[in-house]
């Protein structure tokens, strides 16, 4: 629910209410942008979990609609013009193709609607002819002076940048980096330049100064260089840089000057996650979310000006006591020389005494880092005596550019690797025995569980593969699979073909093979990762042992890749897969 207030100490009234949206709970709001004057609100509402999104205005005074409506919106939020006369979104022309949830999705374009004005008006931007694969988007800058717009091919960590000038009717889009050759994330603009988080010749990201009439890298400033710890995300708020720093995946927040002088660093309550810090040039305070495995999302306010935090609101839980468990960090060593990082929490005083219900979740991919931050899933999980295990291995973004790159490609096989290590790790170290360990992930966390059971059949008790991608040579033709080969690569090559092939989880089922209690869990509306994908691999277990540990799907009707899912149907699928879990571990009553 979305509510809106013009003082922090009063009651708050609702703005949107998507309970209110459908009988069955299905419909989400998925993005919002405000105009500049705080009067009109665009949102973007999704059906059934799909990715494809309706894009409604509301007069946040009345909290009537107006007759506004973009439909084919897709893999975008909205940015409006300063003056509130339109905004700018990207999405796809209408498909031709009935079937919207499976068919490819092809030459993503950025455009304007002015508003008042019919969907079939709207101004086509931008959009890259030269291949079907490039994502756009466009955002305007704080001072409403520019559009930025930007293009990455698939879901590669690069994107070029090019900038038009608003006060110009139809000015060109001049390119200031036109060439995607790393990640520039233009965090806001300071008259004509632009400052800019990049990974160009620093993997753990820099920020550099670039004016727009002499863009050439020779001309570019380092406003904050490259350090130690990974910069995962900065923003522009009260005249000043907030810079979100991982330190072994953990959060770090450190604030900077224009010039880059340091204006101090943040004191976080512990090992955990820090997220938000939007605004504008002209505020005096920011807030932020601080999370971790115990904490749940609590909103701290920042005074930019003397850099003091306070807390702001934080939930009441019922029944669940943070005080009571604790979450340590350890390292484990591959053979290749790698110090893995991950992330222990169970209840205070637990003993390791290798008997313990745990469960180990893992990703490992797309420059993706998974970070402390409360769920209630876990937190019911710890609350029945259970331990739970994150591992941060190769592949995602936690150490940078280089730490994602040795898990893409022909380079996958380390991050199976070093989820089975960890896996490893748990087992020696006490916490736990194959006989009570259970593996968990999404997405691409479902390919690696789906990965890992095969491989190392006997080292589980349960694995439960959530949406995941378990065809690696037919990915590319449903949705927008095509992009995915940025990180898993390409049947089109041999060494890539080669090394997909002998990992995939779909083609890698044995007959008789022992797999460990196998829940796939799926939507029936999931246009990211196409269902077929879960659907023939719980086929392909069920074939190969009729025999062994159960092998079950669970299909969610009117639900997709996880985005937008009733709490309701959460509840449910939570209880079922831990009712599997402890089945499988003989721990049932």
Known sequence: MLFVTQDLEKKPRVLVDPNRLSKDGTVALQAI???????????????????????????????????DRIRWAKFSGASWRNDGSGFYYSGYDAPADPHIFKTANERHKLFFHKLGTPQSEDVLVYTRTDDPGWFVGGQVTDDGRYLIVTASHGTEDKNTVLVQALSVPNADIVPVVPNA?????????????????????????????IDISQPDPANWRTVVAEGEDTL????????????????????????????????GELALPGIGTA??????????????????????????????????????????????KPVEFETRQVFYARKDGTR????????????????????LYGYGGFNISMLPEFSPRIATWLEMGGVFA?????????????????????????????????????IAQKWTNPKRLAIRGGSNGGLLVGVAEQMRPQLFAAAV????????????????????????????DPAEFKAMLAYSPYHNVKPDAHYPATLVLTGDHDDRVFPAHR????????????????????????????????????????ADMYAFILHSFGMAH
């Open 232 to 263: 995962d995300a900065a923003s522009v708020a009260g005249g000043q840089i907030v810079a979100r720093y991982l330190h072994d995946a953990h959060s770090v927040v450190r604030r900077y000057g224009f010039d880059g002088a340091s204006l």
């Open 340 to 359: 893995v990082p991950m992330f222990i929490t169970a209840r205070k005083g637990i003993r390791a005494d290798g008997n313990n219900p745990t469960i």
């Open 181 to 209: 050759t790393a990640r520039y994330d233009v965090l806001d603009n300071l008259g004509s330049t632009l400052y800019v988080r990049t990974n160009d010749n620093a993997p753990r990201n820099r920020i550099v100064a």
């Open 465 to 492: 593969v959530e949406v995941g991608v378990m065809d690696m040579l037919r990915f590319r033709e449903f949705t927008v699979g095509k992009a995915w080969e940025s990180d898993y690569g390409s049947v089109d």
């Open 33 to 67: 942008a405000v105009t500049d004057d705080g009067k009109l609100l665009a949102y973007a509402l999704s059906d059934a979990g799909s990715d494809w999104v309706t894009w409604r205005v509301r007069d946040i005074a009345t909290g009537k609609d107006l007759p």
């Open 275 to 320: 997220a938000g810090f939007t605004g504008r040039n002209r505020d005096a305070v920011t807030y932020y979310r601080y999370s971790s495995f115990t904490t749940p999302p609590s909103i701290y306010r920042l005074d930019l000006a003397t850099g003091e935090t306070s807390l702001w609101r934080a939930p009441r839980l019922a029944g669940f």
């Open 535 to 574: 659907f023939k691999f719980a086929a392909a277990m069920q074939h190969e042992q009729p025999n062994g540990n159960p092998v079950l799907i669970r299909i969610e009707t009117r639900a997709g890749h996880g985005q937008g899912k009733p709490l309701t149907k959460q509840v449910r699928e939570a």
């Open 390 to 426: 994150i591992a941060n291995l190769r592949g995602g973004g936690e150490y940078g550019r280089a730490w994602h790159e040795a898990g893409m490609k022909i380079q996958k096989q380390n991050v199976f690797d070093d989820f089975i290590a960890g896996a490893e790790y748990l």
